[in-house]
C-alpha cells in the first residue's frame, strides 16, 4: 500500500470530515491528543492498531500535533559512529556485525585510533560521536568515560549513555 497517496494532505477540512466517520473511540484520543491531553497505555495501543480511515486521521492529526510544536524547520546533528570493535559474545543476531575473538576480520580499535577517528569527524563537521560497539568478555566497564577521554574533542559538554551503558560506550556531543 503506497500510504502517502492515500493520504489527505492537501485537502482542508480532511481530518474533520474523518472524525465524523471513523471509530468514535479513535477520534476521541485523536481529539484529546490535538489539544495536549497526553494519552494512556489503552488508548496508544488503539492508535497502534488502527488502519484505513482511522490510520489516515491517526497521519494527520499526529502531522498537526508535529506543526504546532516544532513548525516545518528541520534540524539534525552530522554524527559518526565509531564502532571500537565487532568482537561480542551475546549473538543476538540484531546485527551481522559481531565476530568471535579468533575470527580473521574481528578488531578491537585502540584508544588512540578512537580519538583519531572523532577528531576526523570534528574536522569533518561532526558534532557528535556515538562510540559503541559489540561486547567482549572481560569488557572493563568504565569505558564511557575512558573513550571519553580519547575521543577529546574541542569543547566536548555532554555524554549520552548507550542502552548498556555500564559495559558500552555512549556518545559524546561536543558544544558548537
Ligand atoms: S554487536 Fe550488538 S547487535 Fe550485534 S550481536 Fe552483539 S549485542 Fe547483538
Same mark, same amino acid.
Given at each position: 500500500?503506497?500510504?502517502?497517496?492515500?493520504? $489527505?494532505?492537501?485537502?482542508?477540512?480532511?481530518?474533520?470530515?474523518?472524525?465524523?466517520?471513523?471509530?468514535?473511540?479513535?477520534?476521541?484520543?485523536?481529539?484529546?491528543?490535538?489539544?495536549?491531553?497526553?494519552?494512556?497505555?489503552?488508548?496508544?495501543?488503539?492508535?497502534?492498531?488502527?488502519?484505513?480511515?482511522?490510520?489516515?486521521?491517526?497521519?494527520?492529526?499526529?502531522?498537526?500535533?508535529?506543526?504546532?510544536?516544532? $513548525?516545518?524547520?528541520?534540524?539534525?546533528?552530522?554524527?559518526?559512529?565509531?564502532?571500537?570493535?565487532?568482537?561480542?559474545?551475546?549473538?543476538?543476531?540484531?546485527?551481522?556485525?559481531?565476530?568471535?575473538?579468533?575470527?580473521?576480520? &574481528?578488531?578491537?580499535?585502540?584508544?588512540?585510533?578512537? $580519538?583519531?577517528? &572523532?577528531?576526523?569527524?570534528?574536522?569533518?563537521?561532526?558534532?557528535?560521536?556515538?562510540?559503541?560497539?559489540?561486547?567482549?568478555?572481560?569488557?572493563?566497564?568504565?569505558?564511557?568515560?575512558?573513550?571519553?577521554? &580519547?575521543?577529546?574533542?574541542?569543547?566536548?559538554? $555532554?555524554?549520552?549513555?548507550?542502552?548498556?551503558?555500564?559495559?558500552?560506550?555512549?556518545?559524546?556531543?561536543?558544544?558548537?
Amino acid at each position: 500500500m503506497n500510504l502517502s497517496n492515500e493520504i $489527505g494532505w492537501d485537502r482542508r477540512d480532511r481530518l474533520e470530515a474523518l472524525f465524523g466517520v471513523i471509530n468514535q473511540d479513535v477520534a476521541r484520543v485523536l481529539e484529546r491528543s490535538l489539544d495536549h491531553v497526553e494519552m494512556d497505555f489503552d488508548e496508544g495501543l488503539l492508535l497502534a492498531e488502527t488502519s484505513g480511515l482511522e490510520l489516515e486521521a491517526l497521519v494527520l492529526a499526529a502531522d498537526q500535533v508535529r506543526r504546532q510544536r516544532v $513548525g516545518d524547520v528541520v534540524t539534525y546533528v552530522v554524527n559518526r559512529n565509531i564502532n571500537f570493535t565487532n568482537v561480542c559474545f551475546v549473538g543476538c543476531r540484531f546485527c551481522a556485525f559481531s565476530r568471535a575473538p579468533r575470527e580473521r576480520d &574481528a578488531y578491537f580499535l585502540s584508544l588512540d585510533e578512537v $580519538g583519531r577517528r &572523532a577528531r576526523q569527524a570534528w574536522d569533518q563537521g561532526a558534532r557528535e560521536v556515538c562510540v559503541q560497539g559489540g561486547l567482549p568478555r572481560g569488557l572493563v566497564p568504565p569505558l564511557t568515560s575512558v573513550a571519553v577521554r &580519547a575521543v577529546a574533542m574541542p569543547r566536548l559538554d $555532554g555524554e549520552r549513555g548507550s542502552p548498556r551503558p555500564t559495559t558500552a560506550p555512549g556518545s559524546v556531543r561536543p558544544s558548537q
